[in-house]
Every structure is written in C-alpha cells, then in structure tokens.
C-alpha cells in the first residue's frame, strides 16, 4: 500500500511554544489530508479536512486559529499547533486520500505531543 | 449523522481462544463503507478490512473474519485461535466513501493472556 510519513514521531515543547507536525505522502499525490487527534485511551476524532491549494475544514469544536492547517503541496500537510498548552498534548495522526489505482486513505504512524 | 458504537470497552481472553468484537453502526445513507483497524501500542493504525454497504459477503482472512449484517447494522470482527500477537485496540469506523473521513468507534481493548 501507499505510505504515508509524519514527523516528528514524538515531540516534547514547553506551554505558549508553536509546534509544526508534517504529513507527507510518498509515492502519491494527495489533494486531501485529515487530521485526526486521539487523546490516551480515546478514540480518533477528525480535527479537520485539509485540501491542496485551499482553506481546511474544521470540524465543530477545533479552534482554527490554534491549530493551523496548510497544504501547499499535493504531497505536504502541516498542522502547527500554536501557543500549545498541556490539554493540547495528544497522539495526532494525518490520513492521506489516493485516487489511483483506486480511492481510498492512508493513516500516518501519528505524532506523539507532550506540552510541558 | 453516522455513528459508531462499540460496545465492549475491554475484553481479555486466554491464547487460543476465540473471541468476537462486535460493532454496530447508524448512519442514513444507502452508500457507505466500513472499516476496522488495528492498534498496537507502539500507536499506528493498521488497516484490516474495508467493505462496500452493497457487498454483505462475510469475509476469512487467515484467523480473521468478518460478519456484515445490514439487516442489524453490524459489522462484527472475530479472531480464532488468538495469539499474544492480536492484543491491540481495534477501531470498527465508518466513511461515506472509502477515502472520505472516517468516524470511529470508540475502540475495543483486546488483551490475550498466554
């Protein structure tokens, strides 16, 4: 299958600080990424749709302006979370939509968040 | 809005046994998909199956099949002979498509005691 990466794999910042998650797609081009965010021992939960060359769609409850998305590129979604804070520690993971050979989606390994 | 309920929060069984992780889904669309994963605890989703609403053929896959029975909107997963290995927390999820967002479950612990 497709591989997805995400980096940095565990990242520890202190409150107030801005932390930047990568998504890539490496063998194919993705016009759509999603964020996700699981808290430990909780499910996934779909932060925001992220679209190639337009604004993310968030889902209710997600702060924009705190979590900010950008795909710039058909292979590259960001996630900054801004000014994070303890309660925004959490794994987050980025999926990536393949149309070929067929339509379907690519979880990253997930970004671990620690805030201090 | 679609949603997806599993209902057993942990289950622990000994090597061997077989065990059975039920889900059961809502949604109003006559076109949907249906998905389970695994995660082990190093935190990545492994992908174990997608299926089509139209297709309710039940599914082998070495220990693994699957029970898709629109009739009760479920979409059970079991494991025979389970192994040390297939401890892990497994999503049951739901897309409109089969690259559109997913909603997941809320996860089922598995735990296998050799």
């Known amino acids: 299958g497709a591989v997805v990466s995400q980096h940095p794999s565990r990242v520890i910042c202190k409150s107030g600080t801005s932390v930047k998650i990568e998504c890539r797609s490496l063998d194919f081009q993705a016009t759509t990424m999603f964020w996700y965010r699981q808290f430990p021992k909780q499910s996934l939960m779909l932060m925001a749709t992220?679209?190639?060359?337009?604004?993310?769609?968030?889902e209710q409850g997600v702060e924009k302006d705190k979590f900010l998305i950008n795909h710039a590129s058909l292979t590259l979604s960001t996630l900054t979370v801004t000014s994070a804070h303890p309660e925004d520690s959490s794994f987050y993971i980025c999926?990536?939509?393949?149309?070929?050979?067929?339509?379907?989606?690519?979880f990253g390994p997930g970004t671990r968040l620690t805030v201090l | 809005a679609q949603k997806v309920t599993q209902a057993q929060t942990e289950i622990s069984v000994v090597e061997k046994e077989d065990v059975t992780l039920d889900c059961v889904y809502e949604?109003?669309?006559?076109?949907?998909?249906l998905f389970w994963y695994k995660q082990p605890p190093s935190g990545e989703l492994v992908f174990l199956i997608r299926?089509?609403?139209?297709?309710?053929q039940n599914e082998i896959s070495g220990r693994y099949s699957w029970n898709f029975q629109k009739s009760t909107s479920s979409f059970n997963f079991t494991i025979t002979a389970s192994q040390v290995v297939d401890s892990a927390v497994y999503f049951c999820?739901?897309?409109?498509?089969?690259?559109?967002?997913?909603?997941f479950g809320s996860g089922t612990r598995l735990s296998i005691r050799p």
């Open positions: 299926r089509n609403s139209f297709d309710e």
């Open positions: 999820a739901h897309g409109y498509s089969s690259a559109s967002k997913i909603i």
């Open positions: 949604t109003r669309d006559t076109t949907y998909y």
């Open positions: 999926s990536a939509r393949a149309t070929l050979p067929r339509d379907e989606q690519f």
């Open positions: 992220s679209n190639e060359g337009s604004k993310a769609t968030y």
